[in-house]
């Protein structure tokens, strides 16, 4: 079975971890990344919620500054997609959106992608 | 995970907006700033054994002001300090003032913190000392470090502008759309001189942090503001220049030229999150300075080689900002640009009328000697170098100048 596992946390504390806070915990969570290589799957660390635009999907299309803020829908899934910029990014939303309308999809630069590390 | 590091950054991440909540609460920034200090030592004593609250910056405000308000009382009769157990039924209380948070409230506390140190009484220098202490909470050592002046002294500078605030009028009500407009240009003014004073120390271990700080207070506006497209531009142009801090210095300290940089060294995701912001900001299609100058800085990262770079590109961009902010620099600036594009004949027309001006400026005459040298005029060349060493700031731009001079005398 797979599983994906989101992370939480308060962006604010997150992001005022000094280099070495940070460093230190990349560090210990690389360890266990390791340790646990045959059933590690692709995992990211998102960019803060300033740098997300969000596309609200109905009744019309229209994209919005920032993370998606609204509570009375849940999180059923994600893409992760390797295009140019936010445009092209926003084109690939749109398609999906034609295909799949209702909700909104948060579009969210990642800053740090570790590939699969299983053994194929 | 409570461990203390994540505790201190939980603290400093709400700092901001539990000084706001308090100094509307007391209307006095010694008050607030004290409740807030209170506050967070009983944080650190409590937090470790109950874990974290829901919401840092509640929780904080809560206590703070519970603190602040028996000392008041204290004060006023004489009376014995109540109990810590009066405090400890924080939930409830909790939860409401939270939702209360989540709104306009929050983001105009923040704000209008961030506002009074930028007092147009105040000069550049005091605004920037009283931010990082007010707003981001460092120790006068650690902001008298950063400005190269004794502990003493930064204290009394702080002193002093405290008091110049007390005296002026801080507005308490919710501002209007124009007033709120006005006050976020002023205050990314503030953090973009603080970010510049980090920027031009270099790799100096004190004043490196200025550049941090002036990124995490950019975001924390962003994040108040997140349909600001010259937000966003401030954001992304300090993220770009200072992605690049570990490749503007050689081992021995020297400066190291954009285009001579080891882009390697370049910060990644920095880099990602400077790039994601100027294109969030482009789609407003509303230009502005900082998106522009950020818009510069992009392509810059975006080159992986610099013989990659569209000149084009970066010429089109200052001739905007030209046009936006005219500016003997600005047309400088371009220059530069305008040599790789229409040669070092077009850049030396276009700065020729500015020696007047820039007659005191190194970067000028450091410019006229590259453009003089690149059209054989050596002799030129080496009067314009010998001006931009007579007015270099530091030594090494003395030294990258006096290269430039060993150049010539190879090729002459």
Known sequence: ?????????????????TKEED???????????????????????????????????????????????????????????????????LDVARQLTAANPGGAYEIRPIALYQPDKRVS | MT???????????????????????????????EAFQEAALRALKSWPANGPPRDPAAWLILVGRNAALDGLRVRAKHTALPPDEVLSDLDDAEATLADRLDGAHYRDDVLRL????????????????????????????????????????????????KSRIAKADVPFEAPGAVERAERVGVV????????????????????????????????????LFQTEPE?????????????????????????VLLEDQDRTLWDGRLLAEGLALIDKAVRHNLPGPYQIQAAIAAIHSRAVRAEDTDWAGIDALYAALERMQPSPLATLNRAVATAKVHGPEAALTMITPLEERLSGYYYYFGARGAFLAQLGRL?????????????ADTPAQAAHIRRHLDGLMRSA
Not at chain 1, 2 to 17: F, G, M, P, T
Not at chain 1, 74 to 82: K, N, S, T
């Open chain 1, 1 to 17: 079975m797979l599983y994906a596992i989101l992370c939480y946390n308060d962006e604010d504390a997150v992001w005022s971890w």
């Open chain 1, 23 to 89: 460093d230190a915990v990349m560090g210990r969570l690389a360890v266990v990344r390791e340790r646990l290589a045959p059933i590690m799957g692709p995992s990211a660390r998102l960019l803060p919620t300033t740098a997300a635009t969000t596309l609200r999907k109905s009744p019309e299309p229209i994209v919005i500054d920032g993370p998606y803020a609204e509570t009375k829908e849940q999180l059923l899934g994600f893409y992760v997609i390797d295009v140019a910029n936010l445009d092209a990014a």
């Open chain 2, 3 to 33: 461990d203390m590091g994540w505790i201190n950054g939980a603290i400093t991440g709400a700092r901001p907006a539990a000084v706001g909540a308090l100094l509307r609460y007391f209307r006095d920034l010694d008050t607030a700033e």
């Open chain 2, 114 to 161: 961030l506002f009074i140190c930028c007092h147009p009484d105040l000069p550049a220098t005091q605004q920037i000392a009283l931010a990082l202490r007010i707003v981001s909470g460092l120790s006068v050592a650690q902001i008298a470090r950063a400005f190269l002046v004794g502990e003493a002294a930064m204290e009394q500078r702080i002193t002093r502008a």
């Open chain 2, 188 to 223: 990314a003014s503030m953090i973009y001189l603080l970010f510049n004073e980090g920027y031009s120390a270099g790799g100096d271990p004190a004043r490196g942090p200025l550049c941090d700080e002036a990124i995490r207070l950019a975001r924390l506006l962003l994040r």
């Open chain 2, 231 to 255: 937000i966003m531009g401030l954001t992304a142009l300090m993220l770009l220049q200072h992605a690049r801090l570990a490749a503007r210095f050689d081992a021995a300290g020297e400066a």
């Open chain 2, 379 to 391: 002799a030129e060349a080496r009067t314009a170098f010998d001006r931009a060493i007579a007015l």
